[in-house]
Structure formats: structure tokens, C-alpha cells
């Protein structure tokens, strides 16, 4: 994450491109690590709008489980 210029640190990650998709998403999006809920959110919200999903404790739970924490 150095090469974004990042805070050094915990970073929690959602690679789009892990998941099976007919679109083949390869979006990525990072937060700090005590941001994961907002990024866990915004997960949630990305794969509403352009996946077709539908916002469920379920579908929450399986994003939450691909979300990666990297230093």
C-alpha cells in the first residue's frame, strides 16, 4: 500500500475481482482497520447497485468474511 502513500498501518481490503461475477469487477477498496465497518458499507452498497444483490444480514456476512486485513 506504500505505493498508494498510505498511512503505514493495519489496512482492510474488498477486491471485487475474488468474487464470482459475470461483470468480471476487478474494483478494490481499502480502509484503515478500524474503518472496516465503512468499508464493509461501502461493499455492501457496490454490490447492490452493481450486482443486483440485495442487502441481507447474509450477503453482509459473506462480504465481511472476503474483506482482507494487509500491514
Known amino acids: 500500500m506504500?505505493?498508494?502513500n498510505l498511512a503505514?498501518?493495519?489496512w482492510v481490503?474488498?477486491?471485487c475481482g475474488k468474487m464470482p461475477s459475470e461483470k468480471n469487477c476487478k474494483l478494490v477498496m481499502a480502509a484503515p482497520e478500524d474503518q472496516?465497518?465503512?468499508l464493509l458499507d461501502a461493499?455492501?452498497?457496490h454490490a447492490v447497485k452493481h450486482h443486483g444483490h440485495q442487502d441481507t444480514p447474509e450477503l453482509r456476512g459473506e462480504i465481511n468474511k472476503m474483506?482482507?486485513?494487509i500491514e
Do not use: I
Request: charge should be negative; hydrophobic fraction near 35%.
Open 67 to 69: 474483506l482482507e486485513t
Open 13 to 15: 481490503v474488498g477486491d
Open 8 to 10: 503505514v498501518g493495519k
Open 2 to 4: 506504500t505505493q498508494l
Open 43 to 45: 461493499s455492501v452498497a
Open 36 to 38: 472496516r465497518e465503512d
